[in-house]
Nanobody, 123 residues
Framework: QIQLVQSGGGSVQSGGALRLSCSGF????????LAWFRQTPGKECQGVAS???????MYADSVKGRFTISRDNAGRRIYLQMNDLKPEDTAMYYC?????????????????WGQGTQVTVSS
């Protein structure tokens, strides 16, 4: 059974930093596209960043230069380092894995999801 278990998140003031992590179980971790998404009430799930088996990364324009996605295949984890956080980054953040190789930040392309973790940025 494929599972993604998240940790990290919390509350921070504008300009601060947080790191999210996501551990994967039940699949060959280093062969799957992995990503971070976020969602606020009443809005669509937004792709934040994704990382691929070949090391390619993709970022939403709104987080480029501030967020960094990375993976530790030995530790079966991905991370999202979030720097210079802004109030508009406030959301529930989810990690996700795709069942096939697709370069995408579209939530519909990802099949397995973590439980979510709240990030709140105050001004």
């Amino acid at each position: 059974q494929i599972q993604l278990v998240q940790s990290g998140g919390g509350s921070v003031q504008s300009g601060g930093a947080l790191r999210l992590s996501c551990s994967g179980f039940g699949f060959t971790y280093d062969q799957y596209p992995l990503a971070w998404f976020r969602q606020t009430p009443g809005k669509e799930c937004q792709g934040v960043a994704s990382i691929y088996p070949d090391g390619t990364t993709m970022y939403a324009d709104s987080v480029k230069g501030r967020f960094t996605i990375s993976r530790d295949n030995a530790g079966r984890r991905i991370y999202l380092q979030m720097n210079d956080l802004k109030p508009e980054d406030t959301a529930m953040y989810y990690c996700a894995a795709a069942a096939w190789l697709i370069y995408s930040l579209n939530a519909a392309d990802f099949n397995y999801w973590g439980q979510g973790t709240q990030v709140t940025v105050s001004s």
